[in-house]
C-alpha cells in the first residue's frame, strides 16, 4: 500500500529464536499499530504507538515487543518465538480517532 | 468495549445480484466506522470510512450507512460482479482510544 511498506514480507524462522518484523511508513502520521490475522480469530491488536518512544498493550501483546525510535519506523519483535506465534501480521496507520486506517500488505512468519 | 459483529460468515450470489452486508456493533458512542476489503493471501483495503456524524458513503457501486442508535452499519454492493468475491471487514474505534477493533468478516463469493 502506498506509504506503508512491512519487510520482511515472508519469514521461515526456528522455535526460540528473536524475529524482528519492520513496519515503515512515509506519510507521517502519529499513529502506528501492529495486529495479527488467524482463521477463527479475525485481527487482533499486538501494540500500538501514539508517538515516537509512546507504546500501549493490546489484546495480545504476551510474547512481543515494539519500538519506535522514529515516527516512520515500527518494530514489532518476537523475543523467543513459538508456534503459536505463525500467523500473519500487519501494520497499520492514522492519523487519529477520526481519520481511517492504512494498512500494510502484511508479513506471513511461520515459526516451526 | 466495543465488540463488532458480522453476519452471516460466509455468502454466495449469483452475479449482477444487488447485496448487503451487515455489520453490528457494541459502544454507539462510535467516532466512525471503517469497512474494508481482503482478498485471499493480501494486505486490507479500505472502501469507506463514515464518520459518526454521517449517515452513508458511496463511492461507485458501493454505499454504507451507519445507524448508531441501532448499533448498526450495512455495505450495499450493486449488481455484484465475481471481481467483487473476497472478504469483507468492518471496524470502529474501541471507545474513547484510538484502537481499531474488527468483526471478523463476511466472505463474499459472487458467481458468473
Known amino acids: 500500500d502506498a506509504g506503508i511498506t512491512q519487510s520482511p514480507r515472508h519469514k521461515v524462522t526456528e522455535t526460540g529464536t528473536p524475529v524482528t518484523l519492520r513496519c515503515h511508513q512515509t506519510?507521517?502520521?502519529?499513529?502506528m499499530y501492529w495486529y495479527r490475522q488467524d482463521p477463527g480469530h479475525g485481527l487482533r491488536l499486538i501494540h500500538y504507538?501514539?508517538?515516537?518512544?509512546?507504546?500501549d498493550k493490546g489484546e495480545v501483546s504476551d510474547g512481543y515487543s515494539v519500538s519506535r525510535s522514529k515516527t516512520e519506523d515500527f518494530l514489532l519483535t518476537l523475543e523467543s518465538a513459538t508456534s503459536s506465534q505463525t500467523s500473519v501480521y500487519f501494520c497499520?496507520?492514522?492519523?487519529?480517532?477520526?481519520?481511517?486506517?492504512?494498512f500494510g500488505s502484511g508479513t506471513r512468519l511461520t515459526v516451526v | 468495549k466495543q465488540e463488532v459483529t458480522q453476519i452471516p460468515a460466509a455468502l454466495s450470489v449469483p452475479e449482477g445480484e444487488n447485496l448487503v452486508l451487515n455489520c453490528s456493533f457494541t459502544?454507539?458512542?462510535?467516532?466512525?466506522l471503517q469497512w474494508f476489503r481482503q482478498d485471499p493471501g493480501k494486505g486490507l483495503t479500505s472502501l469507506l470510512l463514515?464518520?459518526?456524524?454521517?449517515r452513508e458513503q458511496t463511492s461507485g457501486r458501493l454505499n454504507a450507512s451507519l445507524d448508531k442508535s441501532s448499533g448498526r452499519s450495512t455495505l450495499y454492493i450493486a449488481a455484484s460482479q465475481p471481481g467483487d468475491s473476497a472478504t469483507y471487514l468492518c471496524?470502529?474505534?474501541?471507545?474513547?482510544?484510538?484502537?481499531?477493533?474488527f468483526g471478523k468478516g463476511t466472505k463474499l463469493t459472487v458467481n458468473p
Open positions: 497499520a496507520i492514522s492519523e487519529g480517532q477520526y481519520a481511517g486506517y492504512t
Open positions: 506519510e507521517n502520521h502519529r499513529y
Open positions: 504507538s501514539y508517538g515516537v518512544k509512546d507504546t
Open positions: 459502544d454507539s458512542a462510535i467516532y466512525n
Open positions: 463514515i464518520q459518526s456524524s454521517q
Open positions: 471496524a470502529s474505534p474501541q471507545g474513547g482510544s484510538e484502537k481499531l477493533v
